[in-house]
């Protein structure tokens, strides 16, 4: 129904945002991954979207990538796998180690996600494992790899977690970390360093 939609972050949580498309304000459930990446308020973003229809709700799952919409996409189509699971599942791992741990059949990997056990592991590989091309995961890796962007994120991902590991809570810390300019030069430690400065 909706593709994508464009317009300024009005809002920014833990496991959503609030996107302001021509003066609506949409509600958009995202990978914390993915809130990682947006640098802040009235920042202009465009979000690959998918529309979860339920009896009680109508709930929009964002993207920032078609690449993580359409494996989203795969991911609820697996047998006990709904929206809000596949969205924790795409908040613990990135697309590209989902994709190498389900065609090197990694239960042990899958199953640390979220409300995942090993036998919901073991489903996710089954179903998806013939839906993946080896080469095609492999150019995805490359690219990313080679986006500045994906190694800021990574460094801002890094930096939460051991925020997270010293204590503070998982909002506080991703607030704090995203509240930090990160330059090519820094790392985990200058950011980690500049979050603390600013929590305290």
């Known amino acids: 129904m909706i593709a994508f939609l464009k317009g300024e972050v009005a809002g920014i949580h833990e496991d959503r945002i609030v996107l302001d498309v021509n003066n609506v304000g949409y ?12 640098q802040g308020l009235s920042e202009e973003i465009r979000v690959y979207t998918y529309l979860s229809v339920r009896e009680d709700a109508m709930l929009l799952y964002g ?24 969205l924790n599942v795409m908040s613990a791992m990135s697309t590209d ?12 990997t899958i199953s640390k996600c979220p409300g995942i056990g090993a036998k919901t ?4 590989i089954l179903d998806l494992k013939d839906k993946i091309d080896a080469q095609d995961a492999f150019e995805q890796k490359l690219q990313h790899v080679q986006g500045t962007e994906q190694d800021i994120t990574g ?8 925020l997270c590991a010293l204590g503070y809570s998982s909002t506080d810390a991703m607030r704090a970390c995203r509240n930090v300019q990160i330059t090519d030069e820094d790392d985990v ?12």
């Open 27 to 38: 509600n958009i459930f995202m990978p914390l991954s993915s809130v990682n990446m947006i």
């Open 63 to 86: 993207f920032l990538t078609a690449d993580d919409l359409e494996f989203f996409k795969k991911l609820i189509q697996v047998n006990g796998i709904g929206p809000k699971v596949a």
């Open 97 to 108: 180690d989902l994709r190498f741990a389900i065609l090197s059949s990694d239960v042990k």
């Open 121 to 124: 592991a073991q489903r996710i």
């Open 155 to 162: 460094i801002r991902q890094e930096a939460m977690e051991a």
């Open 189 to 200: 430690e200058s950011v980690l360093k500049a979050a603390l400065k600013l929590m305290i």
